[in-house]
């Protein structure tokens, strides 16, 4: 192998998409692992969240600030998209083109289940434990950081059943690893990915 080519000339030489994805329920920690990984193996970050939050934008919603989700604006933006199933068509659509073209850490809730390739993490844990993230987080109560959660969880398994047929949560056969992050904190998840990464990227080119 040439010196001179590129790592992702490799990548796609050997048929691997260096690209992962980091998915799992909502407030459970995704962005903060998906940027620690992003770090540690010199790839982009990207969110789905972000493009779906550049959408509502234009559609006139004021997306300011990182828990836009969670407030009432994110909730009726919501309910908006449960009408119009051509807001995460779109979202998805983006996200898949960045995907195939590798060294991307992306955050998703629906592209694990719509690509093939690369790395795909879930992060299982209690709607407790996000709740009690979301809490620290936002300055919620426990009982209405809860119930965010749980409200979040279930517009979205409902959207993407609706959408692309999956059962978000339950069916997790597409992923290659999963992370309990129950008993973890921040930092022993993001060792834990860390690891998964690279073992998948040795095994894949070796």
């Known amino acids: 192998w040439n010196d001179n080519e590129t790592n992702q000339d490799f990548y796609e030489w050997i048929g691997l998409i260096k690209s992962i994805i980091i998915s ?3 407030a459970i920690g995704k962005t903060t692992i998906a940027k620690g990984l992003a770090k540690e193996f010199n790839l982009v970050h990207l969110s789905g969240g972000d493009i779906l939050k550049e959408l509502a934008e234009e559609e006139g919603f ?7 989700w ?16 051509e807001f995460d068509k779109k979202v998805d659509d983006k996200l898949k ?6 060294d991307v850490v992306i955050t998703s809730y629906t592209l694990p289940w719509l690509v093939d390739g690369g790395v795909k993490i879930w992060l299982a844990g209690s709607k407790e434990n996000s709740a009690q993230r979301m809490t620290a987080r936002d300055n919620l109560s426990k009982n209405d950081a809860l119930e965010i959660v749980q409200k979040r969880y279930n517009e979205n398994k409902i959207i993407y059943k ?3 047929g999956f059962e978000f949560g339950d069916d ?3 992923f290659d690893k999963i992370i309990e992050t129950d008993e973890l904190n921040v930092e022993q998840v993001l060792e834990v990915a860390k690891s998964i990464v690279r073992n998948i990227f040795d095994a894949k080119t070796t």
């Open 24 to 26: 799992g329920p909502p």
């Open 70 to 85: 969670d407030t009432q604006e994110g909730m009726n933006f919501l309910s908006r998209r449960q009408k119009n199933s």
């Open 97 to 102: 083109k960045l995907f195939s073209k590798g």
């Open 172 to 174: 997790l056969s597409v």
């Open 62 to 68: 004021d997306t300011r600030g990182d828990d836009w």
């Open 162 to 164: 609706t959408l692309y």
